[in-house]
């Protein structure tokens, strides 16, 4: 997985800030997604993740700097978990469907149309479901449902807020590999996380965020005791297990030696 990307530029951050009701969460952005990108945005809570997806999705105006776009770029977007409403009366098909985008007023679907749900609920394994209530999901099967719904608009570009949270650590495995199946496949992928050790440690390319972009690289490059000081305001230290960078919070001790050196 090429991570950081060296295809065509989907789409191009420079210094963009970023807020709402003139109350500014983003700073001076310099930010762009090519098409074989695959990257994980890691930050604190309010440090401008979401802001950043949203600004990459077009549903938030950047208050200034410049940002343009690829003539043919597609977004899909998979939102958090917790902000659906488990309990709206519709089968994992009709979920699904309802993310077509071919402007039909008729409210039934055409059998092109379900034949093209069948075939992307077949490929995200979970098409012995089609039937199912959605809140009788389990929360791996309620994320691959979320990642059909985006697929059948054949994205060119994903966006994913926290598409781990709250999951078991094997759901959180299978939604990698998937996410990395489908970057193999030719998808660029920029996802939000809080999971530095889970996920973060493991994807190809990281943005560290705090209210501006504090570091981009691999994940040995970012995931750095200076570096997360920085983007989360406290001392960790890094560990190195099986090739991969462990985040742990620093030992009082040695926090205490540091200030007083």
């Known amino acids: 997985m090429t991570g950081t990307g060296i295809g065509p530029v989907l789409i191009d951050m420079l210094a963009v800030d970023a807020g709402y ?36 999705l077009g549903t938030l105006d950047p208050m200034g700097g410049a940002m343009s776009r690829s003539k043919d770029l597609r977004i899909s977007y998979v939102p958090q978990l917790e902000t659906v409403n488990w309990d709206f009366p519709v089968t994992v098909f009709e979920c699904v469907l309802m993310s077509r985008t071919s402007g039909r007023i008729a409210p039934w679907p055409t059998k092109a149309e379900r ?9 995200l394994g979970i098409s012995d479901l089609a039937s199912r209530h959605i809140r009788e999901l389990s929360g791996g099967q309620q994320q691959r449902m979320f990642l059909a719904r985006a697929l059948l608009r054949k994205p060119n570009l994903l966006l994913l807020d926290e598409p781990t949270s709250g999951v078991d650590v094997s759901t959180r495995h299978d939604v990698l590999h998937l996410l990395g199946d489908l970057h193999e496949d030719g998808m660029a992928i920029v996802l939000t996380t809080h999971d530095l050790n889970g996920m973060a440690a493991h994807l190809p390319h990281l943005v560290c965020v705090n209210g501006r972009i504090i570091a981009s690289g691999t994940p040995h490059d970012v995931i750095t005791p200076h570096v997360l000081e920085q983007t989360y305001g406290a001392r960790m230290e890094v560990l190195e297990h099986l090739g991969m960078p462990v985040v742990v919070d620093a030992a009082p001790e040695m926090a205490d030696r540091r200030k007083s050196a």
């Open 21 to 56: 009701r003139g109350s500014h969460v983003l700073h001076n952005v310099d930010f762009e997604v090519r098409e074989d990108q695959f990257t994980g945005i890691v930050g604190p809570s309010g440090a401008g993740k979401t802001t950043l997806l949203r600004v990459l």
């Open 115 to 123: 034949a093209e749900v069948q075939a992307v609920l077949e490929r």
